[in-house]
């Protein structure tokens, strides 16, 4: 999220003008991200900015102080296609009841919601409403497709998680696609622009390393809170991938292959001046483990894993707890 395109609405909202809402800007209103949704498409954007006014600008500035002190939070919007439907009660049997309300209103609204749950809206939610606002959390809703009406999406107002892969491989293409799925930035790295491709990888940036080989990499730089998958095609330069990724701190290092191979692969690591302690932050293998072996499966086994890492980093034991203990594990 952009925030100077927040502080545009605000000043827009202040002056009485109608903000312009690009899809660059909240990509959840994208073709993309709407594909196989037939009740809303893009220009769903012009209703929302039109709905604006001035009591909306405590939640872009609550959205603005998200930001600057790194809060895990999200803008929401509330999507109406039908407002009788969506003001009608429609609960079911199964699901927990939210009173004889149905949706507050069968008006689109944006509102803020972080990760403690905090709401700042223009207007008064129902019940009902809340709960399925709260389920931004869970990116973009969990539940948006529940009450017949409306729907729901969200854009996070944190940064991606960048994942570098090592090597352009088989199994590096499956896991750019599934990890760009699951909502982390992908970066792919090799020196043969046959293998970093477009077709292979349409969604990743693409680095291509001069001299046929890994050694231009000294030349690039990931930050500490990267993840680095080391999947070079065939491990021929897995040792310069762990030095790399060890070198430059990355909050989590993995790298793919045997015990044969990943005994060789230490002894180089170590020879080029990484320590036994760095060698030791490597997971090896990459992946949780469930008997995968193709590259498809190898990508579930990665990014599953990734998703793990992610959500350790991000959530504190006390909110896993209390997660895995409200899914009855």
């Not at 490597?282 to 499966?297: H, S, W």
Request: aromatic content about 8%; hydrophobic content about 40%.
């Amino acid at each position: 999220m952009n925030k100077e395109t927040l502080q545009t609405i605000v000043a827009d909202l202040r002056e009485g003008r109608t903000p312009a809402l690009s899809v660059e800007d909240f990509p959840c209103f994208s073709e993309e991200a709407l594909e196989g949704n037939e009740h809303v498409d893009p220009s769903y954007l012009d209703t929302v900015a039109a709905a604006l006014s001035e009591a909306d600008i405590p939640t872009f500035e609550r959205a603005l102080r998200a930001m600057d002190e790194g809060d895990l939070a999200w803008l929401g919007f509330k999507i109406v296609y039908d407002a009788a439907e969506a003001v009608a009660n429609t609960d079911n049997e199964v699901t927990k009841k939210y009173g004889e309300q149905g949706s507050a209103d069968g008006e689109p609204l944006v509102f803020f919601c972080n990760d403690a749950k905090e709401i700042v809206a223009s207007r008064e939610p129902s019940p009902r409403d809340v709960f399925q606002m709260k389920d931004v959390t869970r990116g973009p809703s969990m539940h948006n497709e529940q009450f017949e009406g409306l729907t729901w999406a969200s854009a996070p107002l944190f940064d991606q998680v960048r994942v570098w892969l090592l090597g352009a491989s088989d199994a590096a293409s499956e896991v750019a696609a599934l990890a760009d799925h699951v909502g982390f930035a992908v970066t792919v790295v090799d020196y043969d622009e046959a293998y970093v491709s477009e077709a292979r990888f349409p969604r990743a940036q693409r680095i291509v390393l001069p001299g046929g080989n890994f050694d231009a990499l000294a030349d690039v730089a990931c930050a500490p809170e990267d993840y680095v998958c080391v999947l070079t095609r065939g491990h021929m330069f897995d040792p310069e991938g762990c030095v790399w990724a060890t070198g430059h701190h990355a909050h989590y290092v993995g790298m793919m292959g045997c015990a044969g191979k990943n005994d060789r692969v230490h002894e180089l690591v170590l020879a080029a001046g990484a320590s036994e302690e760095d060698w030791e932050r490597v997971k090896r293998p990459i992946g949780l483990k469930f008997g995968a072996k193709t590259p498809a499966e190898l990508a579930i086994a990665i990014v599953a894993e990734l998703v793990d890492v992610r959500y350790r980093q991000r959530y504190s034991e006390e909110a896993i707890e209390r997660h895995e203990k409200s899914l009855g594990r």
